[in-house]
């Protein structure tokens, strides 16, 4: 059956007859410069295999060292999500075979996780809270990459697959929720809520780039549905991978759908992992998804228990930094914006941006409206979260800076940033590929100016006559005559003072 011939039931349909229940489960990559258990580099790309070692590859009589700075950072995570940090936590192997996992198991941790019972506070498109219960964070490493060569790039139909093991081994912490049970008709809305504060808090504390198209922050999204009235779970399924915010609402949303018209037609949901398609924003079936019991957990022998000493987890308390959410608070007191701006704003997924914007030299009004407005509108045709839009903070102030300093005008700089977002380079190599900056020659503008005023000599009459608004179609054919690269201030003070 394929996604097309899936039976949907209408959402208010699924909300009337069900109760769904969520289970967010979150991959984070650790920004260390080395592996969790070797000393390969983790850096992003590279040919395949050359980010490998007999540790990560798992080649016999090769053992494992755990990584200091990726404990230090589980731990900071665990703070940071106001979890209890276990004294001694292990390290034990996930037995199962992938071709992606060279060692055939994954040394993760499972019956004691250095990270355990916190919760997430969320807030909501309409400024409510919704607090996300954690159950735990544990320490794993990551597996490598399969490339299925031919058809559809899925390894059904693929001539052949290829194997790349640079990624096997980077550090992870996976943050698994407790259900979460009473959001109704706003369970997607609480899914995204959740990805999108856990990313802001993941980046405060500067332990991963979060990086979604990159993989770096990768969500699976468990789903289920009960029936209104009962007290058990409904079977879960679990959408693997999502790598963009907008993708995990969608995605919840239609499993939500799927399940309901399932289980209204008298069926049975079928526990699996799922497989969502960015194109066309559905789910489809993977593989039937094991439990604890299938994949053998027993302590890794080659590892030690990990015992951070309570005076090191105190220190490292003391390093975290201001919550995302208490300094949007004093942001929004800063600027003097209302409630409804800066929830829009946060909604918008702008608020870091337009920070390291201003702290790149733009001023904080123009920061804002250049991401509030053009860029917004890019990220919405791109189809693509702001934050992931392939443009920098310090590129966006370089931009400001040139408009300040009447170097471009607002079109031109919206011309500028087009390019940057369509890979032709930094700002300024922009500008100069493109022929943008604005013409300060003044002979060269009142060349222009006097040409526009004799091919309208009834315009310029007007304009003599004293009907100042009338020089608004002289400066706008200068405008044209120069590409849009004179200051158009500084030309209609040019016309009037010709007319004069």
Same mark, same amino acid.
């Given at each position: 059956?394929?996604?097309?011939?899936?039976?949907?039931?209408?959402?208010?349909?699924?909300?009337?007859?069900?109760?769904?229940?969520?289970?967010?489960?979150?991959?984070?990559?650790?920004?260390?410069?080395?592996?969790?258990?070797?000393?390969?580099?983790?850096?992003?790309?590279?040919?395949?295999?050359?980010?490998?070692?007999?540790?990560? $590859?798992?080649?016999? /009589?090769?053992?494992?060292?755990?990584? #200091?700075? +990726?404990?230090?950072? &589980?731990? %900071?995570?665990? !703070?940071?999500?106001?979890?209890?940090?276990?004294?001694?936590?292990?390290?034990?192997?996930?037995?199962?075979?992938?071709?992606?996992?060279?060692?055939?198991?994954?040394?993760?941790?499972?019956?004691?996780?250095?990270?355990?019972?916190?919760?997430?506070?969320?807030?909501?498109?309409?400024?409510?809270?919704?607090?996300?219960?954690?159950?735990?964070?544990?320490?794993?490493?990551?597996?490598?990459?399969?490339?299925?060569?031919?058809?559809?790039?899925?390894?059904?139909?693929?001539?052949?697959?290829?194997?790349?093991?640079?990624?096997?081994?980077?550090?992870?912490?996976?943050?698994?929720?407790?259900? $979460?049970?009473?959001? /109704?008709?706003?369970?997607?809305?609480? #899914?995204? +809520?959740?990805?999108? &504060?856990? %990313?802001?808090? !993941?980046?405060?504390?500067?332990?991963?780039?979060?990086?979604?198209?990159?993989?770096?922050?990768?969500?699976?999204?468990?789903?289920?549905?009960?029936?209104?009235?009962?007290?058990?779970?409904?079977?879960?399924?679990?959408?693997?991978?999502?790598?963009?915010?907008?993708?995990?609402?969608?995605?919840?949303?239609?499993?939500?759908?799927?399940?309901?018209?399932?289980?209204?037609?008298?069926?049975?949901?079928?526990?699996?992992?799922?497989?969502?398609?960015?194109?066309?924003?559905?789910?489809?079936?993977?593989?039937?998804?094991?439990?604890?019991?299938?994949?053998?957990?027993?302590?890794?022998?080659?590892?030690?228990?990990?015992?951070?000493?309570?005076?090191?987890?105190?220190?490292?308390?003391?390093?975290?930094?201001?919550?995302?959410?208490?300094?949007?608070?004093?942001?929004?007191?800063?600027?003097?914006?209302?409630?409804?701006?800066?929830?829009?704003?946060?909604?918008?997924?702008?608020?870091?941006?337009?920070?390291?914007?201003?702290?790149?030299?733009?001023?904080?009004?123009?920061?804002?409206?250049?991401?509030?407005?053009?860029?917004?509108?890019?990220?919405?045709?791109?189809?693509?979260?702001?934050?992931?839009?392939?443009?920098?903070?310090?590129?966006?102030?370089?931009?400001?800076?040139?408009?300040?300093?009447?170097?471009?005008?607002?079109?031109?700089?919206?011309?500028?940033?087009?390019?940057?977002?369509?890979?032709?380079?930094?700002?300024?190599?922009?500008?100069?590929?493109?022929?943008?900056?604005?013409?300060?020659?003044?002979?060269?503008?009142?060349?222009?100016?006097?040409?526009?005023?004799?091919?309208?000599?009834?315009?310029?009459?007007?304009?003599?006559?004293?009907?100042?608004?009338?020089?608004?179609?002289?400066?706008?054919?200068?405008?044209?005559?120069?590409?849009?690269?004179?200051?158009?201030?500084?030309?209609?003070?040019?016309?009037?003072?010709?007319?004069?």
């Amino acid at each position: 059956m394929t996604a097309a011939t899936v039976d949907l039931l209408d959402y208010s349909d699924v909300i009337r007859d069900f109760d769904p229940v969520l289970g967010m489960e979150v991959h984070v990559e650790l920004g260390t410069a080395t592996k969790m258990f070797c000393g390969c580099p983790t850096t992003f790309g590279g040919a395949p295999n050359s980010h490998v070692c007999p540790v990560c $590859i798992g080649l016999p /009589g090769s053992l494992p060292v755990v990584n #200091a700075k +990726a404990i230090e950072s &589980a731990i %900071r995570i665990g !703070l940071a999500l106001n979890c209890s940090i276990r004294p001694s936590s292990v390290f034990a192997r996930k037995n199962y075979f992938y071709p992606d996992q060279p060692k055939n198991y994954q040394i993760s941790q499972y019956d004691e996780p250095i990270a355990h019972d916190g919760y997430l506070d969320v807030v909501l498109t309409d400024g409510t809270t919704w607090r996300v219960e954690i159950e735990r964070a544990h320490m794993e490493e990551d597996t490598g990459k399969s490339l299925h060569i031919g058809g559809t790039g899925r390894i059904a139909g693929s001539d052949h697959s290829l194997l790349d093991y640079n990624r096997a081994g980077v550090p992870l912490v996976e943050i698994v929720t407790r259900p $979460i049970e009473g959001a /109704g008709e706003r369970a997607p809305e609480v #899914a995204r +809520a959740y990805v999108t &504060a856990l %990313r802001d808090l !993941l980046s405060a504390l500067d332990v991963s780039d979060v990086r979604m198209d990159q993989g770096s922050l990768r969500c699976d999204a468990n789903v289920s549905l009960m029936p209104k009235g009962a007290s058990e779970f409904g079977t879960r399924s679990e959408t693997k991978n999502v790598n963009s915010l907008r993708s995990v609402e969608v995605a919840v949303r239609y499993e939500m759908c799927r399940q309901g018209a399932v289980l209204k037609a008298g069926g049975e949901v079928v526990q699996e992992t799922r497989h969502f398609q960015e194109t066309d924003g559905t789910t489809s079936p993977g593989r039937r998804k094991e439990t604890a019991e299938d994949y053998r957990y027993f302590p890794e022998p080659d590892l030690p228990p990990v015992q951070p000493a309570q005076e090191w987890v105190d220190e490292l308390a003391t390093t975290l930094p201001e919550l995302p959410w208490l300094r949007r608070a004093r942001i929004q007191h800063d600027w003097g914006v209302s409630d409804e701006v800066m929830r829009d704003l946060v909604n918008l997924g702008a608020i870091d941006l337009i920070i390291a914007t201003v702290d790149a030299g733009a001023d904080a009004e123009s920061a804002r409206g250049w991401w509030v407005s053009f860029l917004a509108q890019q990220a919405n045709s791109r189809q693509v979260e702001l934050a992931d839009l392939p443009i920098t903070p310090a590129q966006v102030a370089t931009v400001i800076g040139m408009v300040a300093e009447k170097k471009l005008t607002n079109k031109l700089a919206q011309q500028v940033i087009a390019g940057v977002l369509d890979g032709e380079g930094e700002p300024e190599q922009v500008v100069a590929d493109r022929g943008l900056e604005v013409v300060r020659d003044d002979s060269a503008l009142q060349r222009a100016v006097d040409d526009a005023l004799a091919a309208n000599p009834d315009i310029a009459e007007k304009i003599r006559g004293g009907k100042v608004q009338a020089a608004g179609k002289i400066v706008g054919d200068v405008m044209k005559a120069t590409r849009g690269q004179a200051d158009a201030a500084r030309v209609k003070e040019m016309v009037l003072a010709a007319c004069g």
